[in-house]
């Protein structure tokens, strides 16, 4: 019995070598400069496919944005759930919710992103989409900041105190400074997770073939460019997509792995 | 939203009386109003995530009404789904066209119909099949992680299965559009499909076109998504067993397997949390179904068949609703996925860390 | 830090608005039947034109119609003209222009992988394989259209349109003009419920689902097919000839629709009668608000109303290169008629350009 855990475990990363396997040496292939460098071309124009800069750029501003927001606001929601925690029907609710806001189907976070931000502005726009990734990574960031601030002893805090701290200056100048390894470890499991998606964007971005710095518009992304081009007929733009997926799984991975090389200096002992 | 009056109700950081004698220097004062202000901030912050649920909730129910009025409950076990109107000619009972006292034919209209069993058939079964396909090798993985892997193996391997975790779903969406759903329809579907339609009383399974973009590669598709999360959580639920469990059960003579079997027993209700967590996240699933599915709302028993889920239904239709009943039958469908996933969530929480907590293993 | 924050949001600012500022930016939208066309006009216009930016988005016709009427976009683009219900949500038929940019053929694709040849159809045997009544590619019925070429026994796959299609508006009409079946059963619109089948998401997805499929049968714009290479079937037109889709055949389909235009020109092209017209064709039609003052920037509305009139003149020429059939003479100049009726409160904004 015990082999057919064993084979368990080498299926699944069997299928994962499969998988991984597949999406490398397709990417590998289409990846070049032009890639980074240029925007897409249609069919039949000078220079086409072009390449997918403005998905890169676009993605790297909305993940930005939504950091921007998302960041703040999980942090500082995870330091009430661990340093305050003053009513406790609160901190009980707020737990529960993020944990339930991180299971909610990306899709729909999407339309609420629609409904909210996009009818009202009139068109479909930047903001949206990353106020909608945003949405999506603040539970996370949440989650994971109480998770890494209750690592820290609370002798540090005590002894802040001690020395004449207000509970602020505790907070800002001690225990997240302490912490800070494991919050960066939270907050790019969440960009990692928000880079990757495609459905929140679908309705609130949309997607754009020009490369845009304004948000106030419809506004491209890597993975609705990849989604575009691989369900399409082109095969020079189904190359450019697999190209865009090794490069967004590059991303995500090495992310993960900064992560892991993070959390292991600065475990400390309880 | 506002603090507490009283800075000594707060747990475990004493904060600075306002009447302590060093409080008369404005320094302090500010730096008491700096920690009322962080106070209120981080409090905010936490509500916030309380508002983000409701505004959810709110949106979708608030513009889902107009489809509750039109169809009420029989929405939910209806499967026509027609955007369009149907303008045809008024046949009597006879099939005979109906005319009116000009001898012209009468035509009538009849309205878009709206009925979500295609897609909450097209989402609980692909779920349900992918589980059936996920667990298996969830549980036996993790009980290689557990109990047979060395350390220096079980690091990288749960490494690499938390990154699965993270691969995109647009990732596992091309991979099953070209490589699996092409493989499938070659090699795997007309066989079983031919088997199907011989064996008497199997036959409802059989399907006309075996295309590879179907039930089944979805089903396959999220069977992959779900494996990394069930062997995740069930790793860390069966690593909490604790270790006099285990030694026990083999000091009474148990095998390998009839301790390992002790140890899913032991943690069951938190094994079903995590069997619960993958469904969520096999039902909320997007991108990587609604390329490999098919697209048809339809209701077929055969898994050859194409369909839709929840989630790919909202993708594919969404940015286009063509008229305002459309868009709140797919916002009521939203609404349905949306309490679906809370409903597995909350569930899935309160059994691993309820179940967690009453076998005695740590809270987190 | 504070400084570097407060340095950062000026920066994020200063960026945005200075890209607000500089080009005019034109956002179009809808059908993925002209998208094609469209992207080939964007460019080219914007090689005269470079601060002009157009943006068009391959949504569908349905999202089209729906961002025009919501103003979500400046012009919307569909191969269904806008119906009663829709002139009124967009504020009534007084309040918009449309007009007819280019006409195209809808062809049915499909992938037998072992056949030479050209497949021969005709509308009622279309119908009934899209209603799912014929079910193999060996069906006598089809085999009567083509004689002497064997057909192999494989499984139809119908491929339709999940989204909002004026594609599936032009195919359904046609088929609901070939068979009272059709017509009753699943209509003539932009979005259907198809029985059975597969379904892809724009043209695009359509034409994937055709050539990964083997034994599946599509409705596709003619570019589509013929820049992916994916054999097509010759229809049987109003005259019983068999007709197949070039850009000559739908021109000729669409050398009837002036005398058949209503007051909002729109014309239906499917199922005419004439030599060598190709029955499944049909208009791309663009609408955009008559009074542009609601966009509140003047050299944005100027653009829209040159960019549209450039596309309805000397874009055309670009028509045939693309395989879409260009405008005749008497629709371009019905077009140009209608352009002029755009306005800034009451002020023409056309008349300075032609």
């Known amino acids: 019995m015990w082999m057919g855990c064993i084979a368990c475990a080498a299926i699944i990363l069997g299928v994962l070598a499969l998988v991984l396997w597949y999406l490398i040496s397709i990417g590998r292939q289409s990846v070049n400069l032009a890639f980074f460098a240029q925007d897409p071309q249609p069919y039949g124009a000078d220079g086409y496919p072009g390449g997918m800069r403005n998905a890169l750029v676009g993605t790297a501003i909305l993940v930005g944005l939504a950091s921007a927001v998302g960041v703040p606001v999980g942090i500082l929601g995870g330091v009430y759930l661990s340093e305050y925690r003053t009513r406790a029907w609160l901190t009980e609710t707020v737990r529960f919710t993020a944990d339930v806001l991180a299971g909610v189907p990306s899709i729909v976070v999407g339309i609420l992103g629609y409904e909210l931000l996009v009818v009202p502005l009139g068109h479909f726009n930047g903001w949206a989409g990353a106020l909608a990734l945003a949405f999506i990574m603040i539970p996370i960031v949440t989650r994971t900041t109480e998770e890494m601030l209750h690592l820290i002893p609370g002798s540090y805090r005590e002894a802040s105190i001690a020395l004449g701290a207000t509970k602020a200056r505790t907070i800002v100048r001690v225990v997240l400074p302490a912490a800070t390894g494991g919050l960066i470890t939270g907050v790019m499991l969440a960009l990692a997770r928000v880079a990757g998606e495609t459905a929140p964007l679908l309705f609130t971005a949309l997607g754009s073939?020009?490369?845009?710095?304004?948000p106030r518009y419809p506004f491209p992304s890597l993975t609705k460019q990849i989604y575009d081009y691989a369900t399409g007929p082109y095969a020079e733009q189904k190359q450019q997509a697999w190209a865009g997926i090794l490069i967004l799984i590059v991303l995500i991975f090495s992310f993960n792995l900064l992560v892991r090389l993070f959390t292991r200096p600065r475990q400390f002992r309880a | 939203m506002s603090s507490t009056a009283a800075p000594a109700s707060s747990k475990g950081v004493a904060s600075e009386s306002p009447h302590h004698s060093s409080f008369r220097t404005a320094r302090h004062r500010r730096a008491y109003r700096s920690d009322k202000i962080l106070e209120v901030v981080a409090t905010g912050s936490a509500t916030a995530l309380l508002l983000l649920l409701g505004a959810l909730v709110a949106v979708l129910v608030y513009a889902a009404v107009p489809?509750?009025?039109t169809f009420g409950l029989a929405f939910l076990v209806h499967s026509e789904w027609r955007p369009n109107e149907l303008e045809r000619f008024k046949r009597d009972a006879q099939g005979q066209i109906v005319k009116d006292q000009d001898g012209e034919p009468v035509t009538e209209t009849i309205p878009p119909a709206f009925g979500a069993l295609p897609v909450i058939y097209g989402t609980a079964v692909s779920s349900a099949i992918s589980l059936t396909f996920a667990v298996p090798f969830s549980l036996g993985c993790a009980l290689?992680?557990?109990r047979i892997a060395p350390r220096s193996t079980a690091k990288p391997v749960s490494f690499l299965i938390e990154f699965l975790v993270a691969i995109p779903s647009i990732a596992y969406g091309i991979w099953g559009l070209y490589i699996l759903a092409p493989f499938l329809q070659q090699h795997v579907e007309p066989p079983l499909n031919a088997v199907f339609v011989s064996v008497p009383g199997l036959h409802w399974l059989g399907s006309d076109a075996t295309t590879g973009r179907d039930l089944f590669c979805g089903s396959l598709v999220l069977a992959i998504m779900v494996?990394?999360?069930?062997?995740?959580?069930?790793?860390?639920?069966l690593r909490a067993v604790p270790r006099a469990q285990i030694e026990g059960t083999t000091a009474l003579g148990a095998t390998w397997w009839q301790t390992s079997r002790e140890m899913l027993r032991y943690?069951?209700?938190?094994?079903?949390?995590?069997?619960?967590?993958?469904?969520?996240?096999?039902?909320?699933?997007?991108?990587?179904?609604?390329?490999?599915?098919?697209?048809v709302n339809q209701v077929r028993p055969s898994p050859f068949a194409a369909a839709q889920t929840m989630s790919s239904l909202l993708a594919n239709e969404f940015a286009e609703a063509s008229s305002d009943l459309h868009r709140a039958a797919l916002l009521e469908v939203a609404l349905v996925l949306l309490v679906m996933s809370l409903l597995f969530n909350v569930v899935a929480r309160w059994l691993v860390v309820g179940g967690g907590q009453a076998s005695g293993a740590g809270g987190h | 830090m504070n400084r570097l924050l407060h340095t950062a949001a000026a920066a994020v600012l200063a960026l945005s608005a200075s890209f607000a500022s500089g080009a005019t930016r034109l956002q179009g939208a809808g059908s993925t039947f002209v998208a094609p066309m469209m992207q080939r006009w964007v460019t080219e216009y914007q090689k005269q034109l470079p601060d002009v930016q157009i943006d068009y988005q391959s949504i569908g016709s349905g999202g089209g119609i729906k961002a025009f009427i919501e103003k979500t976009v400046d012009f919307?683009?569909?191969?269904?003209?806008?119906?009663?219900?829709?002139?009124?949500?967009?504020?009534?038929?007084?309040?918009?222009?449309?007009?007819?940019?280019?006409?195209?053929a809808v062809v049915p694709a499909y992938n037998l992988p072992e056949f030479r040849g050209e497949l021969r159809l005709d509308g009622p045997t279309l119908a009934d394989i899209f209603l799912g009544k014929i079910k193999n590619w060996n069906d006598p019925r089809i085999g009567a259209l083509n004689p002497g070429a064997p057909l192999p026994s494989l499984g139809i796959t119908p491929a339709h349109r999940t989204d909002g299609s004026g594609t599936t508006f032009i195919f359904t009409n046609y088929l609901a003009t070939q068979s009272q079946e059709f017509k009753d059963r699943v209509g003539a619109a932009k979005q259907v419920e198809w029985p059975g089948g597969s379904g892809g998401k724009g043209n695009e997805g359509v034409t994937q689902v055709v050539e990964s499929t083997p034994g599946a049968i599509g409705y596709i714009e003619l570019a589509y097919a013929l820049q992916n290479k994916v054999p097509f079937a010759v229809m049987k037109n109003a005259d019983g000839q068999f007709v197949k889709a070039t850009s000559d055949s739908a021109s000729a389909a669409g050398e009837q629709a002036v005398r058949r235009m209503d007051a909002n020109n729109a014309a239906p092209l499917w199922n005419q009668h004439g030599p060598n017209v190709y029955p499944i064709s049909g208009f791309v039609y663009v609408f955009v608000r008559k009074d542009l003052s609601y966009m509140q920037d003047k050299p944005k509305a100027q653009s829209v109303a040159a960019f549209l009139m450039w596309a309805t003149h000397d874009g055309q020429q670009l028509a045939s290169q693309l395989d879409y059939a260009p405008l005749s003479a008497a629709v371009q100049a019905r077009a140009a008629k209608a352009l002029s009726q755009l306005n800034w409160s009451g002020s023409a904004l056309t008349s300075a350009l032609r």
């Open chain 2, 267 to 295: 943690s069951r209700s938190g094994l079903f949390g995590a069997i619960m967590l993958g469904l969520a996240r096999a039902a909320g699933e997007t991108m990587a179904v609604a390329m490999v599915i098919g697209n």
């Open chain 2, 144 to 146: 290689f992680l557990v």
């Open chain 2, 227 to 237: 494996i990394p999360i069930i062997t995740a959580v069930s790793r860390d639920v």
């Open chain 3, 76 to 104: 919307g683009a569909s191969d269904a003209p806008l119906n009663k219900k829709e002139f009124s949500q967009a504020g009534g038929e007084a309040a918009v222009v449309q007009v007819p940019v280019i006409a195209g």
């Open chain 1, 209 to 214: 073939r020009l490369l845009t710095f304004d």
């Open chain 2, 67 to 69: 489809s509750f009025r």
